[in-house]
């Protein structure tokens, strides 16, 4: 429990040093060694939204990490739900709308899958309507 404690901080330092890659490796470690812990999946889902404009090529791209940083926080254990749930509903003003997958030929349900250091695999959801 003290390792996975000590992984969390160490997530939590790269988040702010802005080392994302590292926020999920350190994260990752802690989920192993401790997967009750909700604040690992808080952390990545952060550093998947903070990366979100330096992943891909295009807006719809950039839109999809936000889908991965949601699949995170819906992970979270109940003493952090009321933050998750607030974090949430701003990432999903971020998802991509409906013409950006248009494009791409990608419809509601779809499997959308992240590369590079992400390596999500994730649900395809549209932006809210205003």
Do not use: C
Not at 22 to 48: D, E, F, H
Not at 67 to 86: F, G, H, I, R, S
Not at 89 to 95: C, E, R
Request: hydrophobic share 40%; aromatic share 12%; no cysteine.
């Amino acid at each position: 429990i003290q390792k996975a404690d000590y992984y969390v901080r160490m997530a939590d330092v790269k988040l702010r040093q802005k080392q994302y890659q590292s926020v999920k490796t350190n994260a990752m470690q802690a989920i192993k060694l401790n997967p009750k812990l909700g604040q690992p999946y808080m952390l990545i889902a952060q550093a998947y939204a903070y990366a979100s404009k330096d992943y891909g090529e295009d807006d719809f791209d950039h839109a999809a990490v936000f889908l991965a940083a949601v699949d995170k926080l819906q992970q979270v254990d109940p003493n952090l739900t009321a933050q998750a749930n607030e974090l949430i509903a701003n990432y999903s003003q971020h998802f991509p709308d409906k013409s950006e997958a248009f494009f791409r030929g990608i419809t509601e349900g779809a499997k959308v899958t992240l590369g590079s250091w992400i390596n999500e695999t994730t649900t395809a959801r549209f932006r809210p309507s205003k």
